[in-house]
Every structure is written in structure tokens, then in C-alpha cells.
């Protein structure tokens, strides 16, 4: 993540490092709900507000900039995006088969997240990829939007996809048998990366406008987890009841806990800037995407050892970072920053950002 992301940056490419951190967070709460049982699917949710923090960013600069527009952004999604993608269907074929290809068009047109809506799927350990569909879908027409609107109508459509996002959750509900549908279809999920979109807004406008909102984000953040806690420990099948009220509370709750989160991440100081700052976590951020795309296919190759929980997971996790650690330092840093190399920011859940001023093209969202 670049700091040529925001607004006011210097020309200059500069990370905002603390990002990194919160990117290998996010995954680790993703492995952990896979591996563990713990139900921290949150994860998810704060890599679309990181998403659509940096992808609105890095558009809003280029797009101030002159610079081109479609061709760079499209050009590094690619790069960044499609090896990994690649490399995941070929091992998924080798340890699983190749039931997918039931179902080619989802994987071959990044629609996953229909597919699954629909029960039309390949292996289980190809799950992952509903999160990148979203992401996907979100590049083509997210950069319109932003080419077309002026800045200050862009925050207007965005405050107004987070009030109207929940009551679309509330309407449609009845239109489906489970929630799954209103979990993994992007319309139902807009709201998250529409709430990253402001805060690049604000933040476009004014570098120091989060400040005053530190406070309120420090309390929505407790707020938001003391009501998911509770709603686990009272009414743990609130999530899967899939009402007006589940559907349309539940994803908004979540948004507040990651919304907050950013928040607090990019106006931290002190003990929080130096734990989101540590090298293991801006490393283990750096390789986020390759470890989300990976490990549920390893926790599916290990599985069927019937080991014990907890050396399942610390097995797996080590044979991620491992597989992870590989392709990065293989072909994808190469990738992405070219022969020179560069300094690595790569995003979390399927998507890549780039943002780093024209010399040193960056990292993934």
C-alpha cells in the first residue's frame, strides 16, 4: 500500500505500512475460522473496506493525475492477480480432481461467488474464490464510477450504498433458502467496499480528516465486537437464520467493527503502529493473497490424517506460509515490481492493488 494511494501523498512511493499488518490479520482470522472452527468470518469483510480504501485511492490519484487510467489498473490486477489464480487451479486439480470444470465458467469468468450462490461448484477447498468474484466484479465498474463522478457526488454515492446495501439485504431475503446468497453476492456486499471508498474520499480531501473520528472509531470498534460476541454466545445460529433482520444487521455490525478498524490503523500512534508495524506481520501481509487463495486446500489435504485440531492447523499454516513465501519470492514479486524489485505491499482476499507512484508500480488490495 502506498501512501501515493492518498490524495495529498508526496510523488515519492511510501507505504503505509500499518496496513500491511492489518492485511495479515485479516487472513489470519480467515485461516483461523477455517482451521479452528472460531468464528471470526470478519476477516473477509475487512479485506473488501481495505479494497475499497486503496482501489479508490489509487484511481482518484491517477485519475487527478491524467495518467492513464484503465490500462494501468487493469494491466496490474492482472499481474498480480491471475499467476497465483492459475497456479491454485492446477494444484486443486492435482490434489482434487478436476470437478471444477463442471463449472468452468464460474473459474474462467471470476464468478465464483454465483456459482456458489447456486450450489454449482468444484471442490470445497475452491470456496476461497467467491470472495475474489466479489472483488472482481467490483474492478469493472468501480473505476467508471469513479471516472465519471466528480469527487464530492463520489462520497455522496458511497455514504448512500452503505444506508441502502442493508435494506437491499432486508428486501431480498425472501428470494433465497439460506443466506448464503446475500453472504456472496457482490450487490449484498457493496456497502463494505463502499465504506472503504469514503474514507479514501475523506481522506482525499483532507489527509487529516480521520483524526477526529479516532475516538468514535475506538468505540465503534468495542461496540461492534461486544454485539457480535454476544450474538455468538447467545444466538450462534443468528447468522445462518436468514431473516430481514439477521441479514440486514448482521454484515452492517460487521462493517462498523472493519470500518473502525481501518480507521484506527491509519491514524495509529505508538503500541498499535509498532504491533501492525512488526516485520512478521507486514511479511505475512505482503503474501496475504497467496495465503488466502491456498491454505483451505492444504487444511483439505490434511484433514483426512484425522490429526489432532490444533496440529492440523499449525501444520497447515506452516505448509501456507511455506507455498506462499515460494511463489512470492518465485514470480510474483518479479511480477509485480519487475526485474528491479521494489518494496512489497500486497492486499489481502483476491485483489491487487497497485499504488505506488509511476516508477515503482505497487501492491495488491
Not at 98 to 121: M, P, R, V
Not at 205 to 229: I, P, Q, T
Request: glycine content about 6%; hydrophobic content about 55%; proline content about 5%.
Amino acid at each position: 500500500m502506498t501512501a501515493s494511494a492518498l490524495p495529498s501523498a508526496p510523488s515519492h512511493s511510501r507505504r503505509i505500512v500499518q496496513l500491511d499488518g492489518l492485511r495479515a490479520i485479516a487472513v489470519l482470522a480467515v485461516f483461523a475460522q477455517h482451521a479452528l472452527k472460531a468464528p471470526l468470518w470478519m476477516g473477509v469483510d475487512l479485506f473488501f473496506v481495505l479494497s475499497g480504501f486503496l482501489i479508490t485511492g489509487i484511481l482518484l490519484e491517477r485519475k487527478a493525475r491524467g495518467q492513464s487510467y484503465f490500462g494501468y489498473f487493469y494491466a496490474r490486477r492482472a499481474r498480480r492477480i491471475l499467476p497465483p489464480y492459475l497456479l491454485l487451479m492446477v494444484v486443486s486439480s492435482i490434489l482434487f480432481g478436476f470437478g471444477w470444470a463442471q463449472h468452468w465458467q464460474w473459474y474462467a469468468f471470476f464468478a465464483t461467488n454465483i456459482g456458489d450462490a447456486l450450489n454449482q461448484s468444484g471442490h470445497d477447498s475452491l470456496n476461497v474464490l467467491w470472495s475474489l468474484a466479489v472483488e472482481e466484479q467490483f474492478y469493472i465498474f468501480w473505476p467508471f464510477v469513479i471516472l465519471l463522478l466528480p469527487e464530492r457526488v463520489l462520497g455522496y454515492v458511497a455514504a448512500a450504498l452503505i444506508v441502502l446495501v442493508p435494506l437491499l439485504r432486508a428486501f431480498a431475503t425472501p428470494w433465497f433458502d439460506s443466506f448464503w446468497p446475500i453472504y456472496y453476492l457482490t450487490p449484498f456486499r457493496m456497502d463494505l467496499l463502499a465504506a472503504g471508498a469514503l474514507l479514501a474520499v475523506a481522506v482525499r480531501r483532507d489527509r487529516d480528516a480521520l483524526e477526529s473520528y479516532k475516538g468514535l472509531a475506538v468505540l465503534g470498534f468495542f461496540a461492534a465486537l461486544a454485539v457480535l460476541a454476544w450474538l455468538h454466545l447467545h444466538y450462534p445460529r443468528f447468522r445462518a437464520a436468514n431473516t430481514p433482520l439477521s441479514n440486514a444487521g448482521l454484515y452492517s455490525v460487521s462493517l462498523l467493527l472493519c470500518t473502525s478498524v481501518v480507521v484506527i490503523a491509519l491514524q495509529s500512534k505508538g503500541i498499535v503502529k509498532r504491533l501492525l508495524c512488526h516485520p512478521v506481520l507486514v511479511y505475512i501481509g505482503t503474501i496475504s493473497y497467496t495465503i488466502y487463495l491456498i491454505h483451505l486446500s492444504v487444511l483439505y489435504m490434511l484433514w483426512p490424517l484425522q490429526l489432532n485440531r490444533f496440529v492440523t492447523a499449525a501444520l497447515a499454516l506452516a505448509i501456507t506460509l511455506v507455498y506462499a513465501s515460494i511463489t512470492w519470492f518465485a514470480f510474483e514479486k518479479r511480477l509485480i515490481f519487475g526485474a528491479a524489485g521494489g518494496h512489497a505491499a500486497a492486499s489481502g482476499v483476491g485483489s491487487s492493488v497497485s499504488g505506488a507512484a509511476p516508477r515503482a508500480p505497487q501492491s495488491r488490495a
